[in-house]
C-alpha cells in the first residue's frame, strides 16, 4: 500500500513558475513508476510526466520544455517543475504510482495503482 501526499499548488501569473512534490509513504517507493496527471474543468484526467524505476523519463508534448519530473528514492518524493506556466496548464494536478505491468502504459491512468488527492494549479493570463 503507498499513499501519496501533494503539495504546492497555487494561483500564478502566465510566464511564472510553480513546484509540486509528491510524498510517498511506504518501503518500496523506488520500484514505482511515478507519474503527474491533470484534469482541467470539463477534460478528462490526462497524462503530464513520468518517472520509470530504470530513470526513463516521458513528458506529453504540450509540457516539453517547460516542465520537469524529478525523483528522490532516498526522500520517497516525486517533483514536478512547472515553468512558462500558461492558462491552459490550469488544472487538477494529480501524483500517481504503478507497478509497471506488461501491456500496460505509463501515459494511461488506468495502469496506475495509487493516487494523491490532488492539487490546485491555476494559471491567470
Known amino acids: 500500500q503507498v499513499q501519496l501526499v501533494e503539495s504546492g499548488g497555487g494561483l500564478v501569473q502566465a510566464g511564472g513558475s510553480l513546484r509540486l512534490s509528491c510524498a510517498a509513504s511506504g518501503r518500496t517507493f523506488s520500484s514505482y513508476t511515478m507519474g503527474w496527471f491533470r484534469r482541467a474543468p470539463g477534460k478528462e484526467r490526462e497524462f503530464v510526466a513520468a518517472?520509470?524505476?530504470?530513470?526513463?523519463?516521458f513528458y506529453t508534448d504540450s509540457v516539453k520544455g517547460r516542465f520537469t519530473i524529478s525523483r528522490d528514492n532516498a526522500k520517497n518524493t516525486v517533483d514536478l517543475q512547472m515553468n512558462s506556466l500558461k492558462p491552459e496548464d490550469t488544472a487538477v494536478y494529480y501524483c500517481?504510482?504503478?507497478?509497471?505491468?506488461?501491456?500496460?502504459?505509463?501515459?494511461?491512468?488506468?495502469?496506475?495503482?495509487?493516487w494523491g488527492q490532488g492539487t490546485q494549479v491555476t494559471v491567470s493570463s
Open positions: 518517472f520509470t524505476k530504470i530513470s526513463n523519463i
Open positions: 500517481a504510482a504503478r507497478t509497471p505491468k506488461a501491456g500496460t502504459y505509463y501515459y494511461d491512468n488506468r495502469a496506475y495503482d495509487y
